[in-house]
């Protein structure tokens, strides 16, 4: 039992990150970390782009945005928000 009750923090996580799941979002693979990643729909207006991670206990949501209006399914703001989530889970999850 943990402080929010019966449920772990594993089942949690997964839940949490199927949630917020859309039919127009983009499943990743290849990002050598994490169990399920995906790439969120930018819901047409939005800036930027957002990708988030589940891996055992945790979701890792990033949302990038340059500053310089990149298209959110470029390729541009999705290598750096990979590059960002990458460091972000280095230091958060122990290998």
């Known amino acids: 039992m943990d402080a929010f009750g019966t449920e772990a923090?594993?089942?949690r996580a997964k839940?949490?990150?199927?949630?917020?799941?859309t039919p127009q979002d983009e499943q990743v693979s290849g990002l050598g970390f994490g169990a399920e990643a995906r790439w969120l729909d930018p819901d047409g207006g939005e800036v930027?782009?957002?990708?988030?991670?589940?891996?055992d206990n945790v979701v890792l949501s990033v949302f990038y945005v340059s500053g310089k209006n990149d298209p959110?399914?470029?390729?541009?703001c999705r290598t750096r928000a990979t590059e960002l989530?990458?460091?972000?889970?280095?230091?958060?999850?122990?290998?």
Do not use: H, N, V
């Not at 839940?15 to 799941?21: I, P, T």
């Not at 989530?85 to 999850?93: F, G, R, W």
């Open 48 to 55: 930027g782009c957002r990708l988030m991670i589940l891996d």
């Open 15 to 21: 839940e949490d990150f199927r949630r917020r799941a």
């Open 72 to 76: 959110p399914r470029g390729e541009q």
């Open 85 to 95: 989530a990458t460091q972000l889970y280095s230091a958060i999850q122990p290998q």
């Open 9 to 11: 923090g594993t089942e």
